[in-house]
């Protein structure tokens, strides 16, 4: 039986799923152009879509790195190197703790962006029933939920800070000093995020949610 050779090669197929596009001859030009064919809004939601994946995944990926940095700074914390040593892990561990923190929040912004642009396409463009979005009314989202997993990471950065704060005044025999400071960053890093960040990033949803209103 003759085969068709019109139809797209499994080398073409894949080569369109990893890049989104096609080469420019053969089999390879045909299959494009079903990706050619979308409705462009398809392919917007497709990037946007692309877009929250990728800021969710930055956070996760921060978070490893930073788990890993943090368990080999504790492990040479309780090793019988040279106490200099030891201050310049802990330092080091307090650096990305605190960075760590920040990073939380300015990685919400942009997700939530997307995230609702995305809503908004799906809404408008493809009008995806209420069932198979993650909120009916975008006019409506609802940002006191509860504890989340952003505020949980925002948590744990915080009291890390302040444990290895703690772990430098023990390093160097100033125990109190070094639970008294490492008490009052953890506590000064939480209220600074409730009574500062929190309140701003609710203001920019408010903003983003007006903007989207508007559209």
Do not use: C
Not at 93 to 113: C, E, K, N, T
Not at 140 to 145: A, G, Q, S, V
């Amino acid at each position: 039986m003759k085969s068709d050779e019109s139809a797209p090669s499994e080398t073409a197929r894949s080569k369109i799923d990893r890049e989104g596009t096609a080469a420019t001859t053969g089999a390879d030009r045909w299959a494009n152009v079903a990706y050619e064919q979308r409705r462009p809004a398809e392919i917007v939601y497709d990037q946007y879509w692309n877009h929250v994946r990728h800021v969710e995944e930055e956070m996760w990926a921060y978070t490893r790195i930073w788990a890993l940095i943090i368990t080999a700074v504790f492990t040479v914390l309780g090793s019988s190197i040279p106490i200099e040593a030891k201050l310049g892990a802990a330092f080091f561990g307090v650096v990305m703790s605190v960075l760590g923190f920040f990073i939380v929040y300015l990685l919400r912004v942009p997700f939530l962006d997307f995230f609702l642009t995305t809503e908004l396409i799906a809404k408008n463009d493809f009008e995806l029933p209420a069932s198979h979005r993650r909120t009916d009314d975008i006019t409506d989202f609802r940002i006191d939920k509860g504890v989340d997993i952003p505020d949980v990471l925002v948590i744990v950065y915080a009291t890390v800070t302040g444990v290895l704060i703690a772990s430098g005044g023990v390093l160097v025999d100033q125990t109190h000093l070094g639970l008294g400071a490492g008490t009052v960053v953890t506590v000064s890093l939480l209220i600074v995020y409730r009574r500062h960040i929190v309140p701003k990033y609710k203001e920019t949803v408010s903003d983003l949610l007006k903007s989207f209103d508007e559209e």
